[in-house]
């Protein structure tokens, strides 16, 4: 079957660096997506890896070794706003079916 | 605005009154899903639909239908609604095949079975 295990919660500072780590255990891995989640709102999207390695995006990067079966969102220069959930989701196979992880949520404090 | 809607955004109903609720996007995407999100589960999918009238259980499909007539909208259907199905629901909807691009949220429908 598949699993995907986050932390639930974390805590950091403002202006610091955070990484969430996401394990994941799946047959026929498609990619890997990171979602961000504010309370009471809808995800909106933040990353997607399907190959080995560091994806950068602004203040947000995320890596993926597929390997072990692993993944973290890094957080830099954390800023209030920040403060959320994050949620990874693996797809496998061509099914369309994306599974979930509970999210961590992040909460940042001044 | 390319977005995908959601209505109602809140419900409250009975046990076993039939509801519909629904979901609508603008993007021409080929694939849409309903997810089921509750506390400490995170977010589980529903049903899938990769193209009009062709429609997939994800992993918490019961007591649920869907139906994808058009390509733009996809309701999600709960004929005898029970306390269990008590829940924020999502729609959504990709460009791609649903796991290769990334999905666009509908703003969600809280749903509450009495």
């Known amino acids: 079957g598949q699993n995907i295990d986050q932390p639930t919660e974390m805590t950091a500072t403002e202006g610091a660096i955070v990484q969430i780590n996401c394990t994941y255990q799946?047959?026929?891995?498609?990619?890997l997506f990171w979602y961000q989640q504010h309370a009471g709102e809808a995800p909106t999207f933040l990353s997607y890896?399907?190959?080995?390695g560091l994806e950068e995006k602004g203040r947000f990067s995320s890596f993926l070794s597929r390997s072990k079966g692993y993944s973290y969102l890094l957080l830099k220069e954390l800023q209030m706003k920040d403060s959320a959930s994050y949620l990874c989701?693996?797809?496998?196979?061509?099914?369309?079916?994306?599974?979930f992880g509970q999210g961590t949520t992040l909460q940042v404090k001044p | 605005e390319a977005q995908v809607t959601q209505n109602p955004r809140y419900l409250i109903t009975v046990t076993g009154k039939k509801l519909t609720v629904t979901c609508s996007q603008n993007?021409?995407?080929?694939?849409m899903s309903w997810y089921r999100q509750d506390p400490g589960l995170g977010l589980r999918q529903i049903y899938y639909?990769?193209?009009?009238?062709?429609?997939d259980k994800g992993d918490v499909p019961e007591g649920y239908k869907v139906s994808r007539k058009e390509k733009r909208n996809f309701p999600l259907i709960l004929e005898s609604p029970s306390p269990n199905q008590t829940s924020l629901y999502f729609c959504?909807?990709?460009?791609?095949?649903?796991?290769?691009?990334?999905?666009?949220f509908g703003n969600g429908t809280r749903l509450t079975v009495t």
């Open positions: 799946t047959s026929g891995f498609n990619g």
């Open positions: 989701a693996v797809s496998s196979g061509n099914t369309g079916k994306l599974i």
């Open positions: 993007m021409n995407h080929e694939y």
């Open positions: 639909s990769m193209n009009v009238e062709v429609t």
């Open positions: 959504a909807s990709s460009s791609g095949q649903g796991y290769n691009s990334p999905l666009h």
């Open positions: 890896n399907v190959l080995d």
